[in-house]
């Protein structure tokens, strides 16, 4: 006959050896426990502009991860008005997956639609795209930003695209991602605009 103290004794147990599970696996990282690292400023790719509103941004919207791993490649960068390539990636990885890409690159596109439909248009859908103020063009989605910037005065098709491309999202999705992603998208235009040696006004600031 099972006593009414066997029974506390055998619910006691169990909740033990839940505990001890639960605690191995905080202990290890795994889900559902799962520890997100903070980035932290001195992290973050050069790239971005300003590495402390980019990383409070990139804790937003990226998933959680134990770490994450920053790559920041300049393939390309101008060096007087000469010259017409300008090339920078920021690759953001985590869990062994690419989260996110940042990238600027001098480019020359007929008009701003060709533009939207060729550099932002092949990552994301440009029904869910929505127009902000910024450069010549900016649209941006919870997933994307991207921003047309002017560069040199006397070619006028001759552009710095700058593209975000969020391909994990983290708990903050919708209009806060999208503000997010839109900050990120004009720290990293403002950055290129600068290092490109562009002379011709940027217009990414917001207002």
Known sequence: MITTRSKAAFA???????????????????????????IEATAVCETLGDRAEAAAALNRVLPAESSYAFDD????????????????????????????????????????????EEAVGQLVSTSDLAPFNAGDKAVASASAAAIYVPCVSKETTRHLSVVVNLKKHGDVQGQQSRRDLINLARSAAAYAHEKAKCEAPSKVSAG
């Open 12 to 38: 006691l147990g169990a909740a033990l050896l839940v505990l001890a599970a639960a605690g191995t696996a905080y202990a290890l990282g795994l889900s559902p426990f799962e520890q997100k690292t903070t």
């Open 73 to 116: 490649a300049k393939t390309h960068l101008r060096t007087d008005a000469s010259d017409d390539t300008y090339e920078t990636s920021c690759f953001v990885n985590g869990g062994g997956k690419q989260l996110m890409s940042v990238t600027a690159e001098m480019a020359e596109y007929g008009n701003s639609g060709t533009w939207e």
